[in-house]
């Protein structure tokens, strides 16, 4: 069992989120982008990022496969694991929140409550939940990696929309139905949001 420090202060910074987002001018915000592998969330993060990017505004990606190569390195796909690499990227993303920068955590995230759980890390208009939904036989279809047909085949437990859950968020910000919209036209629709908030200009 791991032992929690008890010794801990939290020290704050003497410049404010305000002055940050002054600097950069913008304002920072999470744009959790959730679905089944292959439903395009990477594909539309990198996308949309490159936009903001285009326009002079910071935005970042916090990729599921890149996060697991590193920071996330210790943890496997079992149920509590999955819980415990999405507390780690909520609490990530919220640093990358406050320091005024558009990020954008595209992962399967597969549990409404520990996506909930990382909404509730940010403070009301900062975290926007988008549902990047492809039906499963899109998504497999698709497999870019081969893992739908490793996990037919049993050689990966496990493993979201096959073996394990995928509970669809009930109420996102946005919905973006990559199986019947082009990429141009869902990172369009998701800048639109961006705009419309005030948080891209």
């Excluded at 990429?183 to 891209?200: D, P, Y």
Aim: charged share 25%; aromatic share 6%.
């Amino acid at each position: 069992m791991t032992r929690r420090a008890t010794h801990i202060t939290r020290h704050e910074g003497v410049i404010t989120r305000a002055e940050r987002e002054a600097l950069l001018g913008q304002r920072g915000a999470t744009i959790w982008l959730t679905g089944l592998s292959g439903s395009g969330k990477s594909t539309l993060a990198v996308a949309a990022e490159a936009e903001i990017v285009a326009r002079g505004k910071l935005a970042y990606v916090l990729d599921g496969d890149n996060v697991r190569h590193g920071l996330n390195s210790d943890l496997g796909f079992s149920p509590a694991d999955r819980v415990e690499n999405i507390r780690r990227i909520g609490e990530v993303a919220k640093l990358f929140t406050d320091c005024g920068v558009l990020v954008f955590s595209s992962f399967i995230s597969p549990y409404r409550a520990d996506r909930a759980r990382a909404r509730a890390l940010l403070a009301p208009g900062d975290f926007f939940e988008v549902h990047v939904h492809a039906d499963l036989a899109t998504c497999e279809r698709r497999d870019p990696k081969g893992l739908y047909r490793k996990a037919r085949a049993g050689e990966i437990p496990e493993f979201t929309g096959i073996s394990a859950p995928y509970e669809a968020p009930e109420n996102p910000e946005l919905r973006l139905d990559t199986a019947e919209q082009t990429v141009e036209e869902s990172v369009a629709r998701l800048i639109a949001q961006l705009e419309k908030t005030g948080h891209l200009c």
